[in-house]
């Protein structure tokens, strides 16, 4: 014989016990609890249940007294969980469940009011959204502090140039707040990301209640400005059968950890003596237990890594919610861990990056001294279409001599005299053909010269409403 649950009989009673004879399996209570993890939700829930209590005066449903009754007992609920009092049991399956008994528990028979034409699927879908949009504005706050330290490391090296690589070879000398402030602007985006993730958010769900909507005169225009909801569902089952704006926020979530993992690998490898170009402040890195000379990038490497949760995160609901039948279904419980864990590692990962970002060294001496010259070939090829030779012949002609450069073991400026008198006034070009001469004639609105990096820095000043 399986094991009984205990549940279902004397105080531990479920709440749907009118209708059952025996109590859950042990095992199948094990399965279907959900407290553990949605205990974080705790302040959403007593939030929206003092909403909807006010929904229910205006239906008539609770008295005035009633529902004054009703709130003082919530926000007691409310203080005690805040200050970390324990005030769970375990045959509580959800945090709709727990609050609902301790509530009923204190205030007595009215506790058992407050579910009217309500359903815990239009309360979790309440509860999760308002989550939602609180934390996706929390992380776009923590984006924003992100972007302050760039652009502060931004303006420290604004006239510093490094090599710009694509395919990891040296391209064209780009300076060091050019690389920069694309960290920056690609933030730009994941910002909007987030503010659309919470849009996505924007319309209550209760008063839908199971799926049909409540039968009662529920002020649902009430309950969503005490919530601070922007606007109603418009449909009953999409209240409650869907989670794309979760997902949308997992998405958003995913792409944002992907941003960071790229500029940490940069930083991974610009710290390998290899390179050289970087040093990241000794409380963001961390020795070897075995190797005493080592100083390891761990926080960049970690920040790399949980991009693999936050991907993990969004692909787990993408598939729990994948042919769902319509509307509530019980899989939709598995929508709210990977949403925590995303939030939670951002939160986390966004602020190690903006300290470390902080902390960070350019080593402009040694990135100087490993600038290659074939950078300057691009040039050099621009040079001659300013003498009427059309770029792909140029692009020809300075192919050959880099070719040349190479067989000789010389760079393509040490090759002698005569290997430039292809070029047209070359030796007096050659001594004007430095790395700032490349960046500087890129000074197009976007692209690399001073002109360009400076009107970036204005627009992120603008965008960070900075003096
Ligand atoms: N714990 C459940 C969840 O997270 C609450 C909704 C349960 N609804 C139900 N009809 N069993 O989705």
């Not at 958003?252 to 950890?257: D, Q, S, T």
């Not at 936050?310 to 509530?328: D, E, M, Q, W």
């Not at 000074?443 to 010269?449: C, H, L, M, S």
């Given at each position: 014989m399986p094991e009984k649950s205990s549940k279902g009989k004397g105080k531990n009673a479920t709440l749907w016990q009118g209708r059952f004879q025996g109590s859950m399996a042990t095992s199948m209570e094990k399965l279907s609890v959900s407290l553990d993890f949605d205990r974080k939700l705790f302040r959403e829930d007593i939030e929206g249940s003092l909403a909807h209590a006010l929904g229910l005066k205006a239906a008539?449903?609770?008295?005035?007294?009633?529902?004054?009754?009703?709130?003082?007992?919530?926000?007691?609920?409310?203080?005690?969980?805040?200050?970390?009092?324990?005030?769970?049991?375990?045959?509580?399956?959800?945090?709709?469940?727990?609050?609902?008994?301790?509530?009923?528990?204190?205030?007595?028979?009215?506790g058992k009011k407050l579910h009217t034409g309500r359903s815990r699927n239009d309360q979790v879908a309440t509860d999760l959204k308002l989550y939602v949009r609180r934390r996706a504005q929390a992380l776009e706050a923590l984006v924003t502090e992100l972007q302050k330290a760039i652009y502060r490391k931004a303006i420290a090296y604004q006239k510093d140039l490094?090599?710009?690589?694509?395919?990891?070879?040296?391209?064209?000398?780009?300076?060091?707040?050019?690389?920069?402030?694309?960290?920056?602007?690609?933030?730009?985006?994941?910002?909007?990301?987030?503010?659309?993730?919470?849009?996505a958010a924007a319309e209550m769900p209760l008063g839908s209640g199971a799926l049909a909507g409540s039968a009662f005169?529920?002020?649902?225009?009430?309950?969503?400005?005490?919530?601070?909801f922007p606007?109603?569902?418009?449909?009953?089952?999409?209240?409650?059968?869907?989670?794309?704006?979760?997902?949308?926020?997992?998405?958003?979530?995913?792409?944002?950890?992907?941003?960071?993992?790229?500029?940490?690998?940069?930083?991974?490898?610009?710290?390998?003596?290899?390179?050289g170009y970087i040093e990241l402040g000794e409380a963001y890195t961390s020795g070897s237990s075995m190797m005493p000379q080592k100083r390891n990038p761990d926080s960049m490497e970690l920040i790399r890594g949980k991009t693999g949760r936050?991907?993990?995160?969004?692909?787990?609901?993408?598939?729990?919610?994948?042919?769902?039948?319509?509307?509530?279904d019980r899989d939709l419980q598995e929508d709210k861990e990977g949403v925590f864990d995303s939030v939670e590692t951002l939160e986390l990962t966004l602020t190690v990056m903006?300290?470390?970002?902080?902390?960070?060294?350019?080593?402009?001496?040694?990135?100087?001294?490993?600038?290659?010259?074939?950078?300057?070939?691009?040039?050099?090829?621009?040079?001659?279409?300013?003498?009427?030779?059309?770029f792909r012949d140029a692009h020809h002609i300075v192919g050959r001599m880099i070719a040349k450069a190479e067989s000789l073991k010389v760079s393509f400026l040490d090759l002698p005299a005569s290997e430039w008198d292809a070029i047209p006034d070359g030796k007096d070009f050659r001594k004007r053909l430095t790395f700032a001469y490349s960046a500087e004639r890129r000074?197009?609105?976007?692209?690399?010269?001073s002109a360009s990096v400076r009107g970036q820095l204005a627009k992120a000043r603008r965008l960070l409403k900075l003096k």
């Open positions: 008539g449903v609770l008295s005035a007294a009633e529902l004054r009754k009703m709130q003082d007992g919530l926000k007691r609920v409310m203080a005690d969980l805040e200050a970390g009092k324990d005030l769970f049991e375990p045959g509580d399956e959800d945090i709709h469940m727990a609050v609902e008994r301790i509530l009923t528990q204190r205030i007595g028979p009215l490094m090599p710009g690589y694509t395919h990891v070879q040296q391209a064209q000398p780009v300076y060091i707040a050019h690389y920069l402030l694309s960290f920056f602007f690609a933030l730009e985006r994941d910002k909007a990301r987030l503010r659309h993730a919470c849009d005169p529920y002020k649902r225009e009430l309950v969503a400005k005490a919530l601070g606007a109603l569902s418009s449909n009953s089952i999409d209240a409650t059968a869907h989670r794309d704006w979760a997902l949308e926020f997992l998405s958003a979530m995913a792409i944002l950890g992907a941003a960071l993992s790229g500029y940490a690998e940069d930083f991974v490898l610009w710290s390998t003596q290899e390179f936050l991907l993990g995160n969004f692909t787990r609901l993408f598939t729990v919610v994948k042919g769902l039948p319509h509307a509530y903006a300290e470390a970002m902080d902390s960070l060294r350019f080593k402009t001496d040694v990135i100087a001294a490993k600038m290659h010259p074939g950078m300057l070939a691009t040039d050099l090829a621009d040079y001659l279409v300013g003498k009427d030779v059309p000074g197009i609105q976007g692209g690399t010269g």
